[in-house]
């Protein structure tokens, strides 16, 4: 009942109606503690500096991280669509260049942090997945690549 009394305030207060001073009180309290409740939360959940540059302090521990992230992402949507779907999807003539280079960036990347150890091959193996998960991202979506491609090439131009 006191539910229904109070949606029934809400509704007062919608539409212009006054409501009695205690339950505005008490409303305003309601919105402060959720006010509170949303600063704790993002304070909480903010990332330090450290934790945001960690792909330049330690790309080795982040490119194992986004790569099983990756592998994960492929994973869940077969497990949606069904394995034998999504590599049907995969191996579409239309995207099988960037199925194969989008596979091709994680392997290299896994490569290069756990065998090569090399910071710098693996910063560079995390931007070329990146770039290739985005490119095979785009594949799914209809003449996404062909504008993307206009795009780019309008921007870098150097002809006018």
């Known amino acids: 009942m006191e539910k229904m009394n109070r949606a029934f305030e809400k509704v007062k207060t919608m539409v212009g109606m ?3 001073d205690e339950e505005q ?6 919105n402060s503690n959720s006010f509170a409740f949303m600063d704790d939360f ?8 450290t934790q945001s540059m960690l792909v330049f302090f330690k790309p080795i521990k982040f490119a194992i991280a986004f790569t099983l ?30 199925t194969a280079i989008y596979i091709a960036s994680m392997i290299v990347a896994l490569f290069c942090a ?15 997945e990146f770039g290739a998960l985005v490119w095979y991202s785009l594949s799914y979506i209809p003449f996404a ?15 006018f």
């Open 18 to 20: 006054d409501v009695e």
């Open 25 to 30: 009180q008490a409303a305003a309290l309601e």
């Open 42 to 49: 993002n304070r909480n959940c903010t990332l330090s500096t």
């Open 69 to 98: 992230g990756n592998l994960l992402s492929l994973g869940s949507t077969a497990f949606l669509i069904g394995p034998k779907r999504q590599v049907t999807m995969m191996l579409d003539p239309a995207r099988i260049y960037a």
């Open 114 to 128: 756990l065998y090569v150890h090399n910071k710098l091959l693996t910063l560079l193996a995390i931007i070329l």
């Open 145 to 159: 690549r062909s504008m993307v491609s206009k795009i780019m090439v309008s921007c870098f131009d150097t002809e």
